[in-house]
């Protein structure tokens, strides 16, 4: 399943929406048309806000809990925040589909709004709990 931000123009006077669509996305939309070639569903959404930067912002806590996971672990960084984003996806963590295998590609975190980043962080603290890691906030 494809899942993104596009770039569009609606005319409020004729109803007519134009959505340009990234590869995968047409990609995506062909696949199910193949199968189901009477409809596909849509979902449009308001975009949430941007995930936050900076010093106490949810892109700190990220980076900030891998780190430490990755200190505990001896595993490197971004194994571990790779790995966090895989085990987010059941939670609803965004992601791409590669065009070949059709296997989910997360997110970077740059593509974030605020409630994506949740997930992640959510994700990251459960996994801390469950393997007896405290993390420093």
């Not at 596009?6 to 990234?22: A, D, I």
């Not at 189901?36 to 849509?42: A, C, D, M, N």
């Not at 672990?73 to 295998?101: C, H, I, N, W």
């Amino acid at each position: 399943m494809w899942r993104g931000v596009v770039q569009y123009r609606f005319n409020q006077t004729s109803g007519v929406l134009q959505v340009k669509l990234p590869d995968l996305a047409q990609h995506e939309i062909a696949r199910v048309a193949k199968t189901h070639p009477e409809y596909i569903q849509i979902e449009v959404r308001k975009p949430g806000k941007p995930r936050t930067t900076g010093d106490s912002s949810q892109n700190h806590a990220i980076n900030g809990f891998c780190q430490q996971i990755a200190r505990e672990t001896g595993q490197p960084f971004e194994s571990v925040k790779s790995a966090m984003k895989e085990e987010a996806l059941t939670r609803g963590y965004p992601f791409d589909t590669e065009k070949v295998t059709g296997r989910a590609i997360p997110w970077s975190e740059t593509r974030l709004n605020t409630e994506q980043a949740a997930i992640l962080i959510d994700t990251i603290k459960q996994f801390s709990a469950e393997y007896g890691i405290i993390l420093e906030e």
